[in-house]
């Protein structure tokens, strides 16, 4: 449910020049941030995951108010505890590089128990269970330039085993391909294998399993679904009901 709380504005100018500036001038600081002002005896404990619902600026501190980064609406955070308006959140930039900061509370929708987070800029689907990471595997999403994948939070709206998906290619012809697990969450688009393999019904599935992950969806990714290894969307079908939440961010 959404932290509804005082929320604080901000400006946005010159963004990116923001983002450069902060990652080179304040990451060590950020990653080893230790609160000079606000006792952590004070701070009510949340831990557990939640999204941006805007775009907003991570602050050092809830008194002097020292912008230290930016994000992005809805990438994904970790809400370690509130104090007087704010969220303490974690939010990694990437691979071993994070920022600890301050956000608006309310500007921060808690994730549920259980969720899947797909990150576009990684090309990675991991999934959640009660703060645990249960699966974490590549991905192939939509081709950037012409079918991108669309960011948001959504839900699983049914499941299917067998399906035939069927559409238009952008040179107008049709095509129809065959998946084992079929699960939409954004009108027709939705998660699915496609990695080629045999099974009863013959050989199918159209990625080998070394052209997931990586650059790959620039060039040669889908029509805007989330394709994923065999195995992947196996695990995803058989422990997600309709209902589980979708985090689609970069």
């Given at each position: 449910s959404s932290l509804l709380m005082s929320s604080y504005g901000f400006d946005r100018d010159n963004k990116e020049e923001k983002k450069e500036e902060?990652?080179?001038?304040?990451?060590?600081?950020?990653?080893?941030?230790?609160?000079?002002?606000?006792?952590?005896?004070?701070?009510?404990?949340?831990?557990?995951?939640?999204?941006?619902?805007?775009?907003?600026?991570?602050?050092?501190?809830p008194i002097d108010f020292k912008e230290i980064f930016m994000i992005d609406k809805y990438q994904k955070v970790f809400v370690i505890g509130y104090?007087?308006?704010?969220?303490?959140?974690?939010?990694?930039?990437?691979?071993?590089?994070?920022?600890?900061?301050?956000?608006?509370?309310?500007?921060?929708?808690?994730?549920?128990?259980?969720?899947?987070?797909?990150?576009?800029?990684?090309?990675?689907?991991?999934?959640?269970?009660?703060?645990?990471?249960?699966?974490?595997?590549?991905?192939?999403?939509?081709?950037?330039?012409?079918?991108?994948?669309?960011?948001?939070?959504?839900?699983?709206?049914?499941?299917?085993?067998?399906?035939?998906?069927?559409?238009?290619?952008?040179?107008?012809?049709?095509?129809?391909?065959?998946?084992?697990?079929?699960?939409?969450?954004?009108?027709?688009?939705?998660?699915?294998?496609?990695?080629?393999?045999?099974?009863?019904?013959?050989?199918?599935?159209?990625?080998?399993?070394?052209?997931?992950?990586?650059?790959?969806?620039?060039?040669?990714?889908?029509?805007?679904c989330v394709n994923l290894l065999n195995e992947t969307a196996k695990y995803i079908y058989d422990n997600t009901e309709v209902g589980t939440k979708?985090?689609?961010?970069?």
């Amino acid at each position: 449910s959404s932290l509804l709380m005082s929320s604080y504005g901000f400006d946005r100018d010159n963004k990116e020049e923001k983002k450069e500036e902060n990652l080179s001038n304040e990451i060590k600081e950020t990653v080893l941030y230790n609160e000079p002002k606000v006792n952590n005896k004070e701070i009510d404990e949340i831990n557990q995951y939640g999204y941006m619902l805007y775009d907003s600026s991570i602050y050092k501190d809830p008194i002097d108010f020292k912008e230290i980064f930016m994000i992005d609406k809805y990438q994904k955070v970790f809400v370690i505890g509130y104090y007087k308006g704010y969220c303490k959140v974690e939010y990694d930039i990437e691979k071993n590089q994070k920022v600890i900061g301050y956000v608006p509370a309310s500007w921060i929708e808690l994730l549920p128990n259980k969720f899947i987070d797909i990150d576009l800029s990684s090309q990675s689907i991991k999934m959640y269970q009660d703060n645990n990471k249960v699966l974490d595997s590549v991905t192939v999403t939509g081709k950037s330039y012409e079918s991108p994948t669309r960011i948001g939070y959504f839900d699983i709206y049914y499941k299917e085993r067998n399906a035939t998906l069927r559409g238009t290619n952008t040179n107008g012809t049709q095509y129809a391909s065959f998946v084992d697990y079929w699960m939409p969450f954004d009108g027709g688009i939705g998660l699915h294998d496609a990695e080629y393999h045999t099974c009863n019904n013959g050989n199918h599935g159209w990625r080998y399993s070394d052209n997931f992950g990586g650059d790959t969806y620039l060039y040669g990714g889908s029509h805007g679904c989330v394709n994923l290894l065999n195995e992947t969307a196996k695990y995803i079908y058989d422990n997600t009901e309709v209902g589980t939440k979708v985090l689609v961010h970069k």
